[in-house]
């Protein structure tokens, strides 16, 4: 019954390593966003896609890029990974237009990296 | 830009007592607004939602919110807790659109902790 999925339930890595996190729905959902989870500062969208190819920044994308060349898969890239950058983080798609409006986001359980 | 504030970090409520959550928001115009569920290593679940009608609304699992207007607010409240409703809350709101798609902001979260 999942319907999106996060490769890595955990993932630690070393500062300066390149580091790609996968999200794969199986909706048919247009949109697809990448949020990051921090204790006390809720979730914060860093990218977020509305098609193919196509991309638009979200509130902190410093740091982060992101992939879209199929509609079910959107990969997170921090391009060097530092230790500011430990944190859940949590995959979502949704419909388009009023999709998110009535049907809400659909989350993945999330990711925990550690940058150490 | 809207906003939303969740003004408890944390709520520690004994089993079968009421408990509150507050959100408030803050938007020029008229918002949708939400109350996500996440369970302990889990993603969110939508838990209910206002988008219009009637101010009360309800979950299937016994929660309900009203959405107050004058006071721009939207409480998530249970009257009876169980074990089984310890997780975190977040209020969130949508109006802001993206290239037609709506894009939930999300507050900061509310911990709520049932205590035996």
């Known amino acids: 019954d999942v319907k999106v999925t996060q490769s890595s339930r955990y993932l630690v890595k070393r500062t300066g390593e390149k580091v790609f996190l996968e999200c794969v729905q199986d909706?048919?959902?247009?949109?697809m966003f990448w949020y990051r989870q921090d204790p006390g500062l809720g979730l914060r969208l860093i990218y977020f896609?509305?098609?193919?190819?196509?991309?638009e920044k979200g509130d902190i994308p410093e740091g982060y890029s992101v992939s879209r060349e199929k509609k079910e898969r959107f990969s997170l890239i921090l391009e060097s990974a530092s230790t500011s950058q430990t944190s859940m983080y949590l995959c979502?798609?949704?419909?388009?237009?009023?999709?998110?409006?009535?049907?809400?986001?659909?989350f993945g359980s999330g990711t925990r990296l550690t940058v150490v | 830009a809207q906003s939303v504030t969740q003004l408890d970090s944390q709520v520690p409520v004994f089993e079968e007592a009421p408990v509150e959550l507050r959100c408030n928001y803050s938007?020029?115009?008229?918002?949708?607004l939400f109350w996500y569920v996440q369970y302990p290593n889990q993603g969110l679940q939508l838990l209910l939602k206002?988008?219009?009608?009637?101010?009360l609304v309800e979950s299937i699992n016994g929660f309900e919110a009203e959405f107050n207007k004058s006071q721009t607010s939207f409480h998530l409240r249970k009257p009876s807790v169980h074990i089984s409703d310890t997780a975190e809350y977040f209020c969130?709101?949508?109006?802001?659109?993206?290239?037609?798609?709506?894009?939930?902001?999300f507050g900061t979260g509310t911990r709520l902790t049932i205590i035996p």
């Open positions: 979502a798609s949704s419909s388009i237009g009023q999709g998110a409006r009535i049907y809400g986001y659909t």
């Open positions: 909706m048919d959902h247009e949109n």
């Open positions: 896609s509305y098609d193919v190819k196509m991309k």
């Open positions: 938007s020029s115009v008229s918002v949708y």
């Open positions: 206002y988008l219009s009608g009637s101010t």
């Open positions: 969130a709101v949508t109006r802001e659109k993206i290239r037609g798609n709506e894009k939930l902001t």
